[in-house]
């Protein structure tokens, strides 16, 4: 094997930035021996072959608002970035079809899109800086999902540098282009593990013509579970709907000075369709929670509405300035289940010195977990018993609890995905196969 700092070694390498950069790309604490920005596909490919070559681990890397997820990387020898890959080559306003490179920014593509009224129907967490290869890889999604899917639904096409350099395409532009697996699927969510993106086909959608959202505040957990059982059987149809604990519900209200009582529980709605039926919609749904609500806050107001959706869709609003013990935890279950898990959480959390926020994706079943740890072994040593007996309790229903960022030294005893369920072994045979050298982000993900 190569060593990555052989003057000569680095020399070859296309693009490659100076030592003073390589503190830009840590991953982990950890920072690469070599760090390159390809200019074209031509020396990615490059890159890519003198790697595998040489066994280096690599880490694509884009605007960086995602590398807190997963496991450390256990080899981690160049970082390759994709800035130079931002360009939007195809874009046809018509058929709602857009060609994008892995590292635009999503912010650049939807002010892109806006000239034409259309969108990207996502919303992630740091939409402002996040690169699109970076969400694909995720699969990153906010609260929007509940009414427009993720950013899996609207991939069409996608190119991949595979671990040995050569380029390979799957889907086109056109919507109904696959015949036999969708290998777009399988690339979105890999956490840049099976190859290395270059650019995607987007379908678009036309932006709303008119949103409105409501804050429902609840004194209990069984109004909660109600309004949510009456809102499934009705004929209304959220874009999103989202759960704020008493904790979560203090941020927001203090930052928008909604309510100053704050130990409740809220479920924030949204409407987007035509002016006239958000209305009828709203009014629908204050008059059948009327029952089960304590206090309802209707916004109007655009910028208030704005400011509401950015303060749930990112993740910095519930997390301490101090970021070195903040834990964020994403617990993945059923949408039946939100009340009783909620109600659990709290129970089994009431022992942990911290301030904890419960934000959820109410209609989706995903609960984001934020804490502040003190720095101590029995504070993590709690956590990871609670995370495992967690992760126990949702194996019937194929639930999961994931550590999206959190201290290295939580991590150390507990497993970053905890992932057992018997296609384990399907999604180590495709790694196997498709990187067979483990040169990509190697041990980060579940394989």
């Not at 018509?94 to 892109?112: A, F, I, P, Y």
């Not at 350099?165 to 699927?185: I, L, P």
């Not at 209609?363 to 609670?386: D, R, V, W």
Request: with cysteine.
């Amino acid at each position: 094997m190569q060593n990555p700092l052989n003057s000569k070694t680095k020399l070859s390498i296309p693009s490659s930035l100076p030592n003073s950069q390589l503190s830009r790309f840590k991953v982990h604490g950890l920072q690469p021996k070599i760090a390159a920005s390809p200019k074209n596909s031509e020396e990615m490919s490059e890159i890519i072959r003198i790697a595998q070559k040489s066994k280096w681990g690599v880490a694509p890397f884009g605007s960086g608002t995602k590398q807190e997820i997963g496991n450390s990387p256990k080899r981690f020898d160049l970082a390759l970035c994709t800035k130079f890959f931002n360009q939007i080559p195809e874009y046809e306003p018509q058929d709602l079809v857009v060609r994008v490179e892995s590292g635009c920014c999503l912010r650049q593509l939807q002010n892109h899109l806006m000239a034409d009224r259309l969108w990207l129907p996502i919303d992630p967490p740091h939409s402002e800086q996040s690169t699109l290869g970076g969400i694909v890889a995720t699969n990153s999604s906010g609260p929007c999902r509940f009414g427009n899917g993720t950013i899996r639904d609207y991939l069409l096409g996608i190119g991949i540098f595979q671990p040995d350099g050569s380029w390979t395409q799957f889907g086109s532009r056109v919507v109904k282009n696959v015949t036999g697996y969708d290998m777009c699927k399988l690339y979105t969510g890999s956490l840049g593990t099976l190859g290395i993106f270059s650019d995607f086909y987007f379908k678009l959608k036309p932006l709303p013509a008119y949103e409105k959202s409501v804050v429902m505040l609840f004194e209990n957990l069984q109004n909660i579970y109600d309004a949510m059982v009456l809102l499934s059987r009705s004929s209304l149809q959220p874009s999103a709907l989202e759960f704020l604990n008493s904790e979560g519900l203090e941020i927001v209200c203090r930052k928008m000075d909604l309510s100053q009582k704050f130990n409740r529980y809220a479920l924030i709605v949204r409407f987007s369709d035509l002016a006239k039926s958000v209305n009828w919609q709203v009014r629908e749904l204050q008059q059948k929670w009327l029952p089960y609500v304590d206090e309802g806050i209707e916004l109007s107001d655009s910028k208030q509405h704005l400011l509401l959706w950015e303060i749930l869709r990112e993740d910095s609003p519930y997390l301490s300035k101090n970021l070195n013990n903040n834990v964020k935890l994403k617990i993945n279950i059923l949408p039946s289940q939100l009340v009783h898990w909620v109600n659990l959480l709290e129970e089994n959390l009431a022992g942990i010195n911290s301030s904890v926020v419960l934000k959820a994706h109410a209609g989706n079943g995903i609960i984001q977990m934020y804490c502040h740890l003190e720095n101590s072994a029995p504070t993590f040593q709690a956590l990871s018993k609670l995370i495992k007996e967690w992760r126990a309790k949702l194996r019937s229903s194929r639930g999961s609890v994931i550590i999206e960022s959190g201290p290295k030294n939580l991590k150390k005893i507990v497993d970053t995905w905890g992932y057992c369920y018997k296609d384990l072994k399907i999604m180590s045979q495709i790694k196997n196969q498709l990187d067979p050298q483990e040169i990509l982000n190697p041990g980060r993900f579940v394989v």
